[in-house]
């Protein structure tokens, strides 16, 4: 029995080092917000987080990845929440089948970069595919995450009678 902690939950399991990680979240674990798309490192549509790193989860053999944290969609952290949120604001999905790599994606990247550019957008997002092209929509959901997270981080300033006297 090896363990692997999928959002928190420490899981045994019984299976050879290479089968996907993909696969054991999906059919052992039975979280199947990850999606499987090209099943070769091209699409993005699996994308998790191992220990905070965005990680194609289709070619990422379990072997790797006993003992390490896994984050899917499910156990999103405040970020990948507020790019969720931000997500619904911006009405970014269409079928919605890439979106929760795209998530999984900009979580990562507002993590490394809290008040990302365009170019830095772009640069990690378009390696994820989304045949429906919601990119613009997906630029302004994170440009919001962004703001949202630096708004919530921004304590209010207080006046002389306190925070609360307007
Ligand atoms: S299914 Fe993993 S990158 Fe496409
Ligand atoms: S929303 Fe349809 S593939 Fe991206």
Redesign the pocket.
């Known amino acids: 029995m090896k363990k692997l902690t999928v959002n928190g939950v420490e899981h045994e399991l019984e299976l050879p080092d290479d089968v996907p990680l993909?696969w054991v979240i999906r059919e052992e674990i039975g979280l199947t917000g990850t999606?499987?798309?090209?099943?070769?490192?091209?699409?993005?549509?699996?994308?998790v987080h191992v220990d905070g790193e965005p990680k194609?989860?289709?070619?990422t053999p379990v072997g790797d990845v006993w003992g390490l944290a896994i984050t899917t969609i499910e156990g999103v952290s405040d970020i990948a929440l507020a790019v969720q949120r931000a997500w619904i604001e911006e009405n970014v999905a269409q079928c919605g089948y890439c979106q929760p790599?795209q998530i999984m994606s900009a979580a990562a990247l507002l993590k490394k970069r809290p008040k990302p550019t365009d170019e830095d957008i772009d640069a990690v997002l378009s390696a994820n595919?989304c045949r429906c092209g919601t990119y613009q929509r997906i630029r302004m959901a994170v440009h919001r995450a962004a703001r949202d997270l630096a708004n919530a981080a921004t304590p209010e300033t207080p006046t002389p009678e306190g925070p609360a006297a307007r």
Do not use: I, S
């Not at 999606?35 to 994308?47: E, I, M, P």
């Not at 194609?56 to 070619?59: G, L, Q």
């Open positions: 993909l999606k499987f798309g090209c099943g070769a490192a091209l699409c993005g549509v699996c994308t194609r989860a289709c070619v790599g595919l």
